[in-house]
């Protein structure tokens, strides 16, 4: 079946730019996450929906930041007048269940802000 | 926040042998998972751990739940090229994971 999607994969923005990054979870899959993955390090928390709740944002770095779920199905992450420091890999991933269950990862949005 | 360490950062290793990583933790985790990333990619979900002491195969790769909750180890067995990535391990924070840093792993044909 049809993994997590990502669009698009490659993201140029000026700075000050607004940007939008677009998540299609596995379908039937309850809960959604975001990530930030700077270069070389490890995947960091961004939000957490459960259908069209979200639950945790308490990883959003700044109010530029805004995720939303609307049909509990399709995400958006929003950024603001972006920064150069906003330049990162965002990953999508989706999960069957709610939190602490296996989680599937999408390709993930490489944005350079220049 | 939490936060997890893995080791080694990076190891050469020759085609066939066996690999040993671990990840660890000063807080008890109730899940851990382990993902390969290659690189332009999303991490790959390559073993899930529910149980301390919980021992699971996944072809070549074997993962252990350490019994004091705080860390887990990845093992894979006769290295072959396209194993050669970065791997990840993620525990349990609530309702998300947190990820350590990776282990870099590279394979000499």
């Known amino acids: 079946g049809a993994g997590v999607s990502q669009s698009p994969r490659y993201k140029v923005a000026k700075r000050g730019q607004d940007v939008a990054l677009r998540c299609d979870p596995i379908?039937?899959?309850?809960?959604l996450f975001w990530y930030q993955q700077a270069l070389g390090q490890g995947p960091e928390f961004l939000t957490y929906f459960q259908n069209e709740a979200q639950l945790d944002k308490s990883g959003l770095p700044s109010d530029r930041f805004f995720a939303e779920r609307p049909e509990g199905s399709v995400s958006t992450l929003k950024i603001q007048r972006t920064q150069q420091e906003d330049s990162a890999v965002y990953l999508c991933?989706?999960?069957?269940?709610?939190?602490?269950?296996?989680?599937?990862f999408g390709p993930g949005t490489r944005l350079t802000v220049t | 926040g939490q936060q997890l360490n893995q080791s080694p950062q990076s190891m050469f290793i020759q085609e066939g042998e066996d690999v040993s990583m671990n990840c660890t933790s000063s807080s008890i985790f109730n899940t851990w998972l382990w993902y390969k990333q290659d690189p332009g990619e999303g991490p790959v979900l390559l073993i899930a751990?529910?149980?301390?002491?919980e021992l699971t195969s996944n072809g070549r790769l074997t993962a252990q739940f350490g019994t004091t909750r705080k860390d887990s180890f990845l093992n894979i067995s006769a290295s072959i090229p396209s194993d050669v990535g970065i791997y990840f391990c993620a525990g349990q924070d609530g309702q998300n994971f947190v990820f350590g840093p990776g282990t870099r792993l590279s394979v000499l044909p």
């Open positions: 991933a989706s999960s069957l269940r709610g939190g602490g269950y296996e989680q599937y």
């Open positions: 751990l529910y149980k301390a002491g």
């Open positions: 379908s039937g899959h309850v809960s």
